[in-house]
């Protein structure tokens, strides 16, 4: 399982590929989406889905859970990436739906040809998900199960979902974010140095941004 030092060099190296033009442009749309998944974690039973049906939902949840997994420290369930993906694709992100539609059965084609017994992703033991999600960062490694055909669209929408993932995992908590500012915590930032949105892997020397030292956990001076 993911512990913390690695997740924080997992987001870390994520960030690079979140270009300041990118996040600019479609800021005030992740803010209200960050806000809408923050209030849908809280109320749940109170929250309607806007793209994915329910069945859906559980299956992303289920990725997103094992992409930033819950640790000692809250994940991307509990960061509601789920409900941050969901109006994420009815909004800025509209021209991805095609990715989900296509990707997300041939992505459970995938893990049953590689675990037969798996009907869904979210019925798969967390080592057994944990290995269909390895698959896509190495697609040239044999796999150690049943081998699986290779699935373009898979691959396009295990990418598009990672990064949606990360996105509402780090998205500033001052600007309708993780209030607790939990994603930064993992990476070190500090909530006393501000930013100007947007902020990216380019900052990552900036004072409020130092990686956490394994042995104190806290940022360095």
């Keep these: 399982m993911m512990n913390d030092?690695?997740?924080?060099?997992?987001?870390?190296?994520?960030?690079?590929?979140?270009?300041?033009?990118?996040?600019?442009?479609?800021?005030?749309?992740?803010?209200?989406?960050?806000?809408?998944?923050?209030?849908?974690?809280?109320?749940?039973?109170?929250?309607?889905?806007?793209?994915?049906?329910?069945?859906?939902?559980?299956?992303?949840?289920?990725?997103?859970?094992?992409?930033?997994p819950t640790t000692d420290t809250p994940g991307a369930r509990e960061a509601g990436a789920v409900y941050f993906i969901d109006k994420a694709l009815m909004t800025?992100?509209?021209?991805?739906?095609?990715?989900?539609?296509?990707?997300?059965?041939?992505?459970?084609?995938?893990?049953?040809?590689?675990?037969?017994?798996?009907e869904k992703f979210s019925s798969a033991t967390p080592e057994q998900q944990d290995e269909v999600l390895h698959s896509f960062d190495d697609p040239d490694a044999k796999p150690s199960r049943r081998p699986y055909r290779p699935r373009k669209g898979a691959n396009n929408f295990f990418e598009t979902v990672r990064m949606h993932t990360i996105v509402a995992f780090l998205?500033?908590?001052?600007a309708g974010g993780d209030p607790k500012g939990v994603g930064w915590a993992v990476i070190g930032r500090e909530r006393e140095h501000m930013f100007h949105s947007p902020f990216g892997y380019y900052d990552k020397d900036y004072a409020g941004w130092r990686p956490?030292?394994?042995?104190?956990?806290?940022?360095?001076s």
């Excluded at 992100?93 to 989900?100: L, S």
Aim: proline letters at 7%.
């Design 5 to 68: 030092l690695n997740r924080r060099d997992f987001l870390l190296r994520s960030c690079s590929s979140l270009t300041a033009i990118w996040v600019s442009s479609h800021w005030p749309s992740l803010c209200s989406a960050a806000t809408h998944a923050r209030h849908a974690v809280q109320a749940p039973e109170a929250t309607k889905l806007s793209f994915f049906t329910p069945t859906q939902a559980v299956e992303i949840d289920a990725i997103v859970a094992r992409i930033i």
């Design 92 to 118: 800025f992100a509209i021209d991805q739906q095609k990715d989900y539609h296509e990707g997300l059965p041939e992505f459970e084609a995938r893990a049953h040809e590689m675990f037969p017994t798996v």
């Design 171 to 174: 998205l500033d908590p001052d």
């Design 212 to 220: 956490i030292s394994p042995a104190s956990g806290k940022g360095q």
